[in-house]
């Protein structure tokens, strides 16, 4: 049977466009809706077998999976990868017990003491850097229960593998991309998000090395942090436009990204300014298309998902660990023209 993604590409939409139809959820035209069920019934897609618990010939597994912030793009992303992950292991009756919370490191340890309760068999979330959250993890460790991080790392913790960016060289692939189209003559301003986030932490870090090596007429005016909150970030733009009104570029690195490229999209007094971003998310197509990205770095979130899924049920199933403890996705440059 063809995974999400293998529908996806014939039908020239996104995985998790497709993970949205096929589950009747979430927000998508009447045509396009048409247009990924004819092509899901044309490679003979079956949910019903897809969904069918099959446990008498394998064991049930239920995995845990933390998600910031909700659904958008890159948790369906993610979503999508796991669960066609999940339907070439059909054998094994797996189940998914998602919990979206906001970004903050009092929600996530409650989720993690919820799942706890849950009594999973492995999870997969992204983890604040606290030592709250490194004694969870290693709570689980010593249950036999894996842990898989995605997207942000933590270090000394008894987690399995880590999947996702190599966020030290986006950073600094953000930082030679931004060399590259300012012919190296910038000032910028960076607002990132929390400092318990290892990903946000490092992009900084390898934007900062990249143009202090290669680019010394592009200078950081200030770095800001938003705590990925919309209201926050818009608001910490708008100061950052008034305490620095010479500034050319914008570097985004965390979430809070609507309400930073809302602010700069309702600026008036100036407009010429390059602006990278992190990830693909709603607010980047959009903002993309408003004229106000002009780049974003993305981390293959489907591919996390798939590989997570991949590494956690191989530990459960044979008891394997992986091969390697960093799996590390492509980095892509997403312009207008190919988001």
Known sequence: MPTMKEIADKAGVSASTVEKVLNDRGSVSDSTKKKVLDVAKQMDYNPTTASVSLEPKGKAFKIGVIIFGGKDKLAEDIEAGMRDEIQKLSQYDIKLIIREIEVTLDAQIAALDDMAKENIDGLIFSPFIDDAVRERINAFDKKGIPVVTINSDIPDAKRLAYVGNDTYRAGRTAGAFLGMITNGQAEVGIITGSNKVSSHA??????????????????????????????????????????????????????????????????????????????????TKEFMEKGIITAAISQEPYVEGTKSIEIIMRKLVQNKDPENEFYYTNINIKLPQNI
């Open 202 to 283: 490092e992009r900084v870090q390898g934007f900062l090395d990249e143009v202090k090596k290669n680019y010394p007429n592009i200078t950081v005016e200030t770095i800001r942090e938003c705590k990925d909150e919309d209201y926050k970030c818009y608001e910490t733009c708008q100061r950052i436009a008034i305490e620095h009104p010479t500034l050319t570029a914008f570097l985004f690195t965390a979430g809070g990204l609507y309400g930073g490229l809302k602010s700069l999209y309702q600026m008036t007094v100036r407009s010429n300014f390059t602006c990278i971003t992190f990830d693909e998310i709603s607010a």
